[in-house]
């Protein structure tokens, strides 16, 4: 068994309903924040944390998106043969990894995709990382995650504390001991209603498993929703491996929104060098 953390699955065979109409024919991983889709800022964060195979767990209508993780030949040769540069193609034609598609035939909820990929994860430590999450840091979320457990070791999710009236939309964890950025997790709630939540802590979409999960999964126990929950199957093994969150050192962007996902195009347009000034000068003048 591994004890490094090589493989990462990305759930994203949903609907993307709350982008509608954006969504209709496009996965909501291929819209854009900036120049890049969605999916690139987290396959580019978990290969910056040494991830070596990327798992996507799709659907139907989905194709793009593993399409965009191919060497684009025809546009390549064609746009060589015309003289043009290629630069803009640059930051979408580094190494990947190995890419692996395998479907989750039916909408079950966030457990049952990540179980859609038992046997490609098989028996090691894996990474999941939902894309809707933009997380935007140096070292990136996923690297900050992989340093901090290869110090503790077991399962690890991030955290940051949301409003109280917003634990409807997370899990929430009941917290144990504190050390520095690292909070013990002592129990696990799907979306809880605020005077139910035992804290203010929330789950955002970045966490390193034992594989351990897949067997409790295996239950297909339907939890809030109606959905197959991995906070829930993650609950069960609470106290039977060691389990942390970590606060990172990032700005979250919840892009499965419309509001999160304008906000994000914003906030990483004004970061960009080449972008940034004009963007600002704009806003101002609105
Ligand atoms: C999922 C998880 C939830 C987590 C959230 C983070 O919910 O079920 O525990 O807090 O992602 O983005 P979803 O946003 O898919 O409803």
Request: glycine share 10%; proline share 6%.
């Amino acid at each position: 068994m591994s004890n490094r953390v090589r493989k990462a699955v990305f759930p994203v065979a949903g609907l993307g309903t709350r982008l509608l109409p954006a969504t209709k024919t496009m996965p909501k991983e291929m819209l854009t924040i900036v120049d890049r889709p969605l999916i690139q800022y987290a396959v580019d964060e978990a290969r910056e944390a040494g991830i070596e195979q990327m798992i996507f767990v799709t659907g139907r209508g989905k194709a793009a998106l593993v399409d965009y993780f191919d060497m684009a030949f025809e546009l390549e040769t064609t746009m060589r043969d015309a003289g043009k540069s290629l630069d803009a193609l640059a930051s979408a034609r580094t190494d990947y990894g190995e890419i692996v598609a395998v479907r989750q035939q039916e909408p079950l909820g966030l457990g049952h995709a990540v179980w859609c990929a038992r046997h490609i994860v098989g028996d090691e430590p894996f990474a999941v990382l939902l894309p809707d999450d933009l997380m935007a840091g140096t070292p990136g979320a996923l690297k900050q995650m992989v340093d901090a457990w290869e110090q503790v070791g077991g399962n690890m999710l991030c955290t940051e504390e949301v409003p109280a009236e917003k634990t409807k939309s997370y899990g929430v964890i009941a917290p144990g001991r504190v050390d520095g950025d690292l909070t013990e997790v002592l129990g696990l709630v799907e979306k809880p209603d605020p005077q139910d939540a035992p804290s203010r802590l929330g789950v955002i979409g970045r966490y390193i498993l034992q594989p351990q999960v897949m067997q409790v999964l295996d239950a297909g126990t339907r939890g809030a929703g109606g959905e197959i929950q991995l906070t829930d199957a993650l609950a069960k093994v609470i106290g039977t491996q060691p389990f942390n969150a970590l606060k990172v050192n990032a700005v979250r962007h919840d892009c499965g929104d419309k509001l999160g996902f304008v906000l994000a195009n914003l906030a990483l347009a004004l970061e960009r060098p080449d972008l940034g000034p004009q963007v600002r000068e704009y806003l101002a003048s609105l």
